[in-house]
């Protein structure tokens, strides 16, 4: 099977955006990529036509083929919502919808947030069986994705509003502990490139999260030799289990 890294190195190709290579497509997605106009081909790899272009100009180009490619049957879950492409010093170089990022091969971000008691529980949610990835899965109390525009801490207060009834004024308690992790796999269409910024938030013991949104379909306040063994069983996300390891070793095991 080889490493991931491996993997991409012999089944993708470069996707320039912006003078620089910020995708990854699969190899027998390249031709019919060649095929649409915001598409050229580049010395390695493809590149898309934005050269001279400000960042609303590529981001309608950029849209424009993801649009292409929902048509032909490429994304794999369009979700109508839009997220920012990001450069090397964290500025926005486009925005187009979230969907097609692991089509292309681009980089996502995500907030997880770990909720936590004065005496060392955890509050962890279970996915509802209708969430369209990892249904039924164990989370962190609150994780989503960045959106366009949006800074980590308004994403999390946002998650942490709609998926567990956590107020804004509660939700402003969140810590980063400046802990960001790269979850990279091949899924349906591409790749999943998402950089994982941890988040810790202590609640009081006299709270229960209540979901808003449909997505938990319970909670549990567990122990943490409970979530170690949950953790090792392979019950968590991928995400949310990088996630975490990261809050155990970092308050727990000290």
């Known amino acids: ?52 272009l400000p960042v609303p100009g590529r981001s309608r180009l950029l849209q424009r083929l993801a649009r292409r490619l929902r048509a032909a049957g490429l994304v794999a879950d369009w979700r109508d919502e839009q997220s920012s492409l990001l450069d090397e010093a964290g500025r926005e170089v486009a925005r187009c919808e979230r969907g097609v990022f ?52 308004q994403c999390a207060a946002r998650e942490l509003w709609e998926e567990a009834g956590i107020p804004a004024w509660r939700a402003r308690r969140v810590q980063f502990p400046g802990m960001a992790i790269l979850s990279l796999r091949e899924v349906r269409f591409g790749l999943h490139d998402e950089q994982v910024v941890v988040a810790d938030l202590e609640l009081s013991s006299r709270f229960e999260p209540v979901g808003r949104d449909g997505e938990v379909a ?13 953790l090792d069983a392979g019950e968590f996300t991928i995400e949310a289990a990088l996630a975490m390891r990261d809050f155990m070793q970092r308050r727990i095991a000290r």
């Open 1 to 52: 099977m080889g490493t991931i890294a491996e993997r991409i190195a012999t089944r993708y190709l470069p996707l320039w955006i912006d003078g620089a290579i910020r995708g990854r497509v699969r190899r027998d997605l390249v031709d019919l990529l060649r095929g649409m106009p915001e598409i050229a081909d580049a010395p390695v790899g493809l590149a898309l036509r934005d050269a001279g």
């Open 102 to 153: 692991r089509t292309l091969g681009i980089r996502n971000r995500a907030v997880h947030v770990n909720g936590f008691l004065p005496d060392g529980r955890i509050w962890v949610a279970r996915r509802s069986e209708r969430k369209r990835s990892d249904p039924g899965m164990l989370d962190n109390i609150a994780a989503g994705g960045v959106a366009a525009g949006e800074t980590l801490r």
């Open 218 to 230: 319970e909670f549990l306040c567990l122990a943490p030799a409970d979530v170690g063994r949950r």
